[in-house]
């Protein structure tokens, strides 16, 4: 009989020979046995692998296979976890948090809980609780949150948009109020904001953002995103 962990840590890679062992580093002294650790390789051809071999005491899950971009590794990711919450990495980014300290935190599989990050190399904090004004202007950074495995069986992130999945996973579920969102005054992680996500557009998400808002949020939430622009103007 498998495992049931309290988290599931996802960690997707493709040739991260530059950053995977600081990712690595980072878990060894903050995760405990309740704590799994997933990482799946899109079939990297630099030296990936062998480090993170190099970490195998510490690796749950190693999937190497060919996919489809981030978010169907994520994907894959969510499909081999055992744990009751899922809180996905970046190669590039840093685990800040203890997990020990979270098995009184991490109780109700209907509540979505997230922290704060640090960004790298800034050093600045982002995140703060979030309401739908909030969450319409700007994403909680998936390295914050610990989704709780349930949310999967009802939402996929959704492959067309190549760089924004999350934040527009995050909509739907904020959206459907199927699921509480509770704020956690925690630095979860380290989150490098010189990634992929943060050097390209998602062109499905930009072309179609104002019809998804309206979908989700109605006249209502519409209104909200396109009045942000001038209150971030004005700073009211």
């Known amino acids: ?44 051809n630099d ?3 062998e480090i993170i071999k190099e970490y195998k005491e510490y690796v749950t899950v190693l999937i190497s296979e060919k996919d489809e971009g981030i978010y169907d590794a994520m994907r894959k990711g969510v499909a081999n976890a055992s744990g009751k919450f899922i809180l996905f990495l970046g190669a590039d980014d840093k685990l ?4 020990d300290g979270l098995s009184n935190v991490l109780i109700e599989n209907s509540t979505i809980y997230y922290g704060d990050v640090m960004l790298y190399p800034s050093n600045e904090l982002y995140g703060g609780k979030f309401n739908t004004a909030k969450l319409l202007n700007r994403n909680i950074c998936h390295q914050s949150i610990f989704y709780p495995k349930e949310v999967f ?22 959206a459907s109020k199927k699921y509480n969102f509770h704020y956690l005054e925690k630095t979860i992680a380290m989150y490098n904001v010189t990634g992929l996500s943060s050097t390209f557009i998602d062109v499905k998400y930009k072309s179609g953002a104002y019809n998804l808002i309206y979908s989700y949020f109605g006249i209502r939430g519409l209104l909200i995103k396109l009045f942000n622009p001038i209150r971030n103007f004005f700073k009211i």
């Open 47 to 49: 030296r990936t692998l």
């Open 96 to 99: 800040l948090t203890n997990m």
């Open 153 to 174: 069986e009802d939402y996929k992130f959704e492959l067309e948009y190549k760089y924004l999945a999350d934040y527009v996973m995050n909509l739907k579920l904020w």
């Open 1 to 44: 009989m498998n495992k049931i962990y309290l988290v599931s840590i996802i960690i997707v890679t493709y040739n991260a020979e530059k950053h995977i062992a600081d990712v690595l580093q980072s878990l060894i002294t903050r995760i405990d046995d309740n704590t799994e650790v997933i990482i799946v390789d899109g079939l990297s």
